[in-house]
T-cell receptor, first 114, second 114 residues
Framework: EPEVTQTPSHQVTQMGQEVILRCVPI?????FYWYRQILGQKVEFLVS????????KSEIFDDQFSVERPDGSNFTLKIRSTKLEDSAMYFC????????????FGPGTRLTVT | DQQVKQNSPSLSVQEGRISILNCDYT??????FLWYKKYPAEGPTFLIS?????DKNEDGRFTVFLNKSAKHLSLHIVPSQPGDSAVYFC?????????????FGRGTQLTVWP
């Protein structure tokens, strides 16, 4: 069964450093998303992406964040200058055209900022 | 941001019995609701959904009920199996969200014991 994959599974970085989290969505999906879950809190929406453009972003997704689809398969989230409070599990998701609500999630990348 | 609430952090049920997980929401613009299941070290897995034009949707052992007037939905699992033990998230999406931004509850840990 097709699945969303994410790399790395765990990333440790120092405060102020840039990180890039990578995702490979399901191949025939057209809509892509990033969510995060800080330990003990709820899963929160960051951004949605379609046709090489951001469709919607939350208040969390400030200028320190960016997304890109550099080729036909990868979808990346970049955090330019990480803060301690960016430590969280980051989930990538994708969905089919016309079924945007049914989003399929990857296993997540645990980001630890020290 | 408490637009989707799951007030029970945990639920323990004997194998073979019914599990009922509850969810409340406050945003009247929500028109699509989903349940996700999450095992440790994995991403959320889509389970079942319901549109606001329906009040019930059934898929095998899983049934979701929606009470729009009470802004309440529930997930029934019958019969419950030990493999159902996981965290269950209620999620909702609003009219006007182009690609279906999801709002999640905090989750309910279901434990099904033999």
């Amino acid at each position: 069964e097709p699945e969303v994959t994410q790399t790395p599974s765990h990333q440790v970085t120092q405060m102020g450093q840039e990180v890039i989290l990578r995702c490979v969505p399901i191949s025939n999906h057209l809509y892509f998303y990033w969510y995060r879950q800080i330990l003990g809190q709820k899963v929160e929406f960051l951004v949605s992406f379609y046709n090489n453009e951001i469709s919607e972003k939350s208040e969390i997704f400030d200028d320190q964040f960016s997304v890109e689809r550099p080729d036909g398969s990868n979808f990346t989230l970049k955090i330019r200058s990480t803060k301690l409070e960016d430590s969280a599990m980051y989930f990538c998701a994708s969905s089919e055209a016309g079924r945007s609500y049914e989003q399929y999630f990857g296993p997540g990348t645990r980001l630890t900022v020290t | 941001d408490q637009q989707v609430k799951q007030n029970s952090p945990s639920l323990s049920v004997q194998e073979g019995r019914i599990s009922i997980l509850n969810c409340d929401y406050t945003n009247s613009m929500f028109d699509y609701f989903l349940w996700y299941k999450k095992y440790p070290a994995e991403g959320p897995t889509f389970l079942i959904s319901i549109s606001s034009i329906k009040d019930k949707n059934e898929d095998g052992r899983f049934t979701v009920f929606l009470n729009k007037s009470a802004k309440h939905l529930s997930l029934h699992i019958v019969p419950s199996q030990p493999g159902d033990s996981a965290v269950y998230f209620c999620a909702a999406s609003a009219r006007g969200s182009t690609l279906g931004r999801l709002y999640f509850g905090r989750g309910t840990q279901l434990t099904v014991w033999p």
